[in-house]
Nanobody, 123 residues
């Protein structure tokens, strides 16, 4: 299984970004795919996840109301649209996937991780 995250960059406060995660290597029907972020010196933080089969999203507190997660089952991609970005959103954003995760916010529930994409929000 391979995950390739992209779409990060430098944006001003209030800007938007759309992250993309391309997944390959198996069928993901039984998976949930999630986005986490990690700032320097901080623990990895849950942002959002989506269950592949039901297309049900789930959001963490950090970007609730400012982000939307979506999946494309044809292209095996998961997207994270982020709006109204703040400097405290600056972090490396990782996509991850795992089969039958019970707690979507728990990084340990995810088997495979992408390499991360840097998001920097300038003040």
């Amino acid at each position: 299984v391979q995950l390739q995250a992209s779409g990060g960059g430098l944006v001003p406060t209030g800007g938007s970004l759309r992250l993309s995660c391309a997944a390959s290597g198996r069928t993901f029907t039984d998976d949930a795919m999630g986005w986490f972020r990690q700032a320097p010196g901080e623990e990895r933080e849950f942002v959002a996840a989506i269950r592949w089969a039901s297309n049900s999203p789930f959001y963490g507190d950090s970007m609730r109301g400012r982000s939307t997660i979506a999946r494309d089952s044809v292209q095996n991609r998961v997207y994270l649209q982020m709006n109204s970005l703040k400097p405290e959103d600056t972090a490396v954003y990782y996509c991850a996937t795992g089969q039958y995760p019970e707690r979507l916010s728990d990084p340990a529930q995810y088997e495979y991780w992408g390499q991360g994409t840097q998001v920097t929000v300038s003040s």
